[in-house]
């Protein structure tokens, strides 16, 4: 497993097709929505969602959290423009993910944004973001075809998912767990140094509060927002200031590939 | 939860439909606006933030925010010892795969344990 992910040091294969290339970039992306797109399909079979209904909103939703979000409301009978309001809140974030992947597709057609934009997501972007902060010859050609090969695995295992909830019944609180894991999994990849831990608490606590205080998904967007102000507020004070602060250390970790996307930031 | 809703699946065509536009709209504007004129360069610093800040946030709310109530609540157990198993599994394996699937085991085996 570990020889698939997307390691900017391996020497690429010059004879390598883009599809194949594009492809091994991808596949941890696509092994992991396996099990979180069997657990979503099972989720909204297990609240009413047809098996081609749950085809359709894989595909032009596109997105784990807003589709567990979905699952949940309609058990709880929430009205459809409470879910609709619910949705646009929890899919705010996508605002800023698709801001900060624009300095690298400069000069793209709108016809290209237009495609781009449907089937990113959160995954997608960061594995699309990593190839583009490390490697110089990935484009929006690729980032397309590694956006549009997740949304194939998710797609299918959506229908599947669905598929086995009409024909088993599952606990459905440990299948829920799936898309928490995954999102671990992506803050471990993005911490490169104490501060960012920091940042990793500050953003925890701040969540919690907001959503209290709004008592709604909203509360996400705002303390996102806030905590990754404080980020870059305590980041520049602390480079300007203090240097060689020990909370600008990065962090040595088995995998290597944070230290690559460090080097290409400074 | 269990099935106890009586929607239709027109109902749930036109709520696909409308979330596709909501799900739609922020993922392009932004791209369409950027790709066309510069960015400042403290905003960009300031991106650099967004994904671990909204992550962190995404797992608050799964673990710690009853998902009706919104209130705060400490009662997930075998969900808080999960995470931990995942950050440790995610930071030594580097692989998304192995850390969802161990997440998945850890919780369902916990949660016969402590539930």
Sequence with gaps: ?266 | MSTVNTWTSMQHFWLIILGFFVAFIPRFLPLMLFTKRAIPEWFNEWMKYVPVSLFTALVVKDIFIDSATYQLVFGHIAEMLAAVIVVVIAYRTRSMAISVIVGLIAVFLLSLVVA
């Design chain 1, 1 to 266: 497993m570990n020889k698939r992910r997307p390691n900017p040091k391996q020497v690429p294969d010059p004879d390598e097709p883009l599809w194949r290339s594009t492809l091994r970039v991808a596949m941890p992306l696509n092994l992991s929505y396996i099990p979180i797109g069997l657990a979503c399909g099972i989720l909204l079979h297990a609240a009413g969602f047809n098996t081609l209904l749950t085809g359709l909103v894989s595909l032009l939703i596109f997105s784990g959290g807003a589709q567990f979000l979905i699952a949940t409301m309609l058990t709880i009978n929430s009205p459809l423009l409470s879910i609709v309001l619910m949705l646009f809140f929890l899919e705010l974030r996508y605002a800023l993910l698709s801001s900060s992947l624009s300095p690298y597709l400069k000069g793209q057609s709108n016809r290209f944004l237009f495609i781009f934009a449907i089937s990113l997501n959160d995954e997608n972007y960061a594995i699309n973001y990593l190839k583009f902060a490390t490697d110089k010859k990935w484009t929006g050609k690729e980032a397309l075809m590694v956006e549009h090969y997740s949304l194939l695995f998710w797609a299918v295992s959506n229908v599947i998912g669905s598929l086995i909830g009409s024909a088993l019944k599952i606990d459905l609180s440990i299948v829920n767990f799936a898309l928490t894991a995954l999102f671990l999994y992506m803050i471990v990849m993005q911490i490169k140094n104490r501060l960012t831990i920091v940042i990793c608490l500050i953003s925890g606590v701040l969540a919690a509060v907001c959503m209290m205080a709004t008592k709604s998904t909203l509360g996400l967007v705002i303390s996102t927002l806030i905590a990754s102000l404080i980020g870059f507020l305590l980041e520049s004070t602390l480079r300007k200031k203090l240097p060689d602060s020990h909370w600008l250390w990065k962090l040595r970790s088995p995998g290597a590939k944070k230290s690559a996307v460090e080097n290409s930031n400074e």
